[in-house]
């Protein structure tokens, strides 16, 4: 039934209103997630039966658009979802509830990534305890003679597009976690031999599946080949590209072949991108044949790898053309409002594949425009959040392009036991995602455009040379640290100097009895500022109204964030040349002071980490996420311009 004018026009004027209106106030990345949220997947809640949902990797996409939302936002109802999507399925444990390994399934392993999430946010043992039985599975998957996995074991010899995201970005992160080094020859080789036995070399074009005994009536007699380019298993394979070099060793020898496979890829994507609607035809190479139709899923997941690509700097930013007129497309083609803060995403195939029982599917055009087209399935919503979300990155202004802000891993030099045994540093660094991390302080200033770094070793002006920011948290105590490094007066110097030739230097201290102030003040004194050695704020259980600081108008730095929680501060003495930048009830709280060409802020407790701006812990009314964002925004603009 065709939908009549009056509803296309109601739906039209609809999205055009939101588009000025809410969507200014939810971007359309989180639009979707909530639509997700309320219309998928809700009976994961409870298994009642052996009818009841099954470990799928459609839910794992739209789990990877929820985590990307929940860290561009900093809102933690998104992070639970993505807990409570997994905990349905495992137990304390670590087993999987109806996940079968003895099936093969590659597409089984899509959700580790889910999994591997949980456990770095979490620490619970059981999330890696499942992703280890999924990384069981890869080592025992059946293989072609070649080396490449079988997509399922009831598909013998069979390598298809789809399985190189299913299984490849989990293989990658797990292998990185737990120091799997030889795993990356083996994740090269997938995307090697995949692209050799399906890549057509008159298009750039990846064939869906390839069958090394050309037993499959789909198959190509001389070549294996299935018969068509289906543009969601192309799909599926630039998103495990750029998703892979996430974690793909920076000096393995086989990374520059994978970013060259990523090129070739690409370019063939824009080639085959419809010029008028500017997204993609379900069928690439044929937009012209009768039946064909523009398809969303394959079209986000083109947008995102190549956005993506950009911004990772595996491509060209020549790419970027391609990737803003998909996603013109996207919102044109197959967005329509839902209601407020709603969106749904149109036109998505829900599944192809090949061969099969009882009805064969042939890899025939006139089989892949026989599926049904369908609105909000999870591979199109999930693929499409992905995809806005990292244009959403890519739109927002680059004003630390070109800096480089350097974390200090030399005052705060603190380790743990990781998951292989091994000491592993933590305690405020940029890599790490649990309570205790600042990988969302990073991805703030990456967004912005600024290179995050880490320095180990003590400070001078020549390792500080190539730092713009340069930040100092939480200086070690005996306690924490067997032989912790003090500050001292030739430190202090060495930093001063930075400081005074244009370095903005960020001191996030602690309460007297959780870092060493007395030794450290020999710094700050340098610019006027004195730490207190005394304990504000103190919290007791989830009082959280203990640790509250309001901001009032018209604060020089925070220009958004009206209420913050900070606890257990050091307040702070100001003296020429420092001002104070924040104070609550007569204490100061935050300081700052112009130093020569450069900038000091300091503030006596480290609260841009993530256990304070992720959403997980916090009430709403707190925006302490809003506040990091405004503080990193400041600190750019500290920066002296180059001349």
Known sequence: MKRSFLYTTIATVGLAILSQSGFAQKKLSEQLTLTAMETLFQDTTALKDAKGPKWTYDMGVVLEGAAVVWRNTGDGKYFKYIQNAMDTYVDKEGNIRTYKPEDFNIDNVKNGRSLLLLYKVTGQAKYLAAATHLYNQLQNQPRTKAGGFWHKKIYPNQMWLDGLYMGEPFYAEYAKLMKKDEAFDDIAKQFILMEQVSRDAKTGLLYHGYDESRAEKWADKTTGKSPNFWGRAMGWYIMALVDVLDNFPANHPKRAELIAILNRTATATVKYQDPKSGVWFDILDMPTKKGNYLESSASSMFVYGLAKGVRKGYLAPSFMAAANKGFAGLKKEFVEAAGTDRINLTKTVSVSGLGGKPKYRDGSFEYYISEKVIT????????????????????????????????????????????????????????????????????????????????????????????????????????????????????????????????????????????????????????????????????????????????????????????????????????????????????????????????????????FYNEYIDGRKLPADFENFKATNDLVNWLIKQVPAKK
């Open 376 to 607: 909000n399935d999870p591979k199109g919503v999930g693929s499409f959040i992905c995809a806005a979300s990292e244009m959403e990155i890519a739109a927002l202004p680059k004003t630390g392009k070109g800096l480089t802000v350097t974390v200090d891993n030399f005052f705060n030099n603190e380790y743990i036991t990781g998951p292989t045994g091994d000491k592993i540093p933590f305690h405020y660094v940029w890599e790490e995602d649990d309570n205790n991390g600042f990988s969302l302080f990073g991805k703030i200033f990456n967004d912005a455009g600024v290179k995050t770094a880490t320095l180990k070793s003590a400070p001078t002006t020549a390792n500080l040379k190539g730092s713009n920011i340069y930040i100092i948290v939480d200086p070690d105590t005996e306690k924490e640290t067997a032989n912790p490094n003090f500050m001292n007066a030739g430190h202090a110097k060495q930093i001063a100097e930075w400081v005074k030739a244009g370095g903005v230097l960020v001191l996030l201290l602690n309460d007297a009895g959780n870092c060493e102030i007395a030794k450290f003040n020999v710094l700050p004194e340098t610019f006027g500022i004195h730490f207190n050695e005394d304990s504000r704020n103190r919290v007791q259980g989830a009082n959280f109204e203990q640790g509250a600081i309001k901001i009032p108008a018209g604060n020089s730095i925070f220009k958004t964030a009206k209420k913050v929680y900070i606890k257990e501060i050091s307040t702070l003495v100001a003296k020429t040349p420092a001002v104070s930048a924040l104070t609550d009830n007569g204490d100061v709280i935050i300081a700052t002071a112009k130093y020569g060409k450069g900038t000091v802020f300091a503030v006596g407790d480290p609260w």
